[in-house]
């Protein structure tokens, strides 16, 4: 490099950090399997005439969960307006485990290249781990009105209800208990916690389950 103040780190995804593994050995190694979202870079063995460059010259190299690149996708998306590629956002979601206080960073992002669906998935999944999506299950009498009861108790919340599941069958008792699960919109944990509170106030005791949209 031509300014040896520049340091430069490596990223990789957790599920395939082939070039740490290699790194750490000073040989190039072959990983057994990779399992990572961010494809582009979901090899199990680097370049052999790349890894002496990469030796000499990177300062450092850090790993990803792909947790992270979920949430980071999310960001761009909404707070840039930039569709960039799970292995293009490594540098992105990289920046969380730096100092970069009172630092220039740069972060290279590269590629776009994702299908819609993928880029669906991926939106969905960075809402529900930001709790701006999340499923609850209550019980309730299956009785008329019980149902507009929790909705009323929802929208006096701001809660935006997107799905509903009214399962019968989850007490031999149907007077006594019908299980009614609920997807809901929110602006973030402190709002998710809030229609929970109101939820638990109204005598629901509603439980967190794994949402599917």
Do not use: W
Request: proline share 3%; with cysteine.
């Amino acid at each position: 490099l031509m300014n040896q103040k520049i340091k430069v780190i490596g990223v990789e995804p957790e599920g395939a950090a082939c070039m740490k593994a290699s790194l750490e050995a000073g040989k190039v190694v072959t990983l057994d399997g990779v399992n990572t979202i961010a494809d582009g870079t979901a090899v199990k063995t680097p370049g052999s005439k790349i890894f002496p460059y990469i030796k000499e010259n990177l300062d450092d190299i850090i790993t990803v969960p792909d947790e992270d690149l979920i949430v980071s996708f999310l960001d761009m998306v909404e707070n840039h307006k930039m569709i960039v590629e799970n292995s293009g956002l490594l540098t992105v979601a990289a920046l969380k485990q730096l100092d970069c206080k009172g630092k220039k960073v740069v972060a290279i992002l590269s590629g776009g290249n994702m299908d819609v669906i993928t880029m669906s998935s991926v939106v969905q999944q960075g809402l529900i781990m930001r709790d701006r999506i999340f499923t609850v299950s209550v019980l309730l009498p299956d009785k008329p009105g019980e149902l507009s009861r929790v909705a009323a108790v929802i929208a006096e919340q701001s809660g935006n209800v997107i799905k509903l599941e009214h399962n019968q069958f989850v007490s031999t008792n149907r007077n006594a208990a019908v299980e009614l699960r609920i997807t809901l919109e929110a602006f973030g944990t402190d709002h998710k916690n809030e229609i929970l509170d109101a939820l638990n106030k109204g005598g629901y005791r509603p439980k967190i389950v794994r949402t599917s949209v």
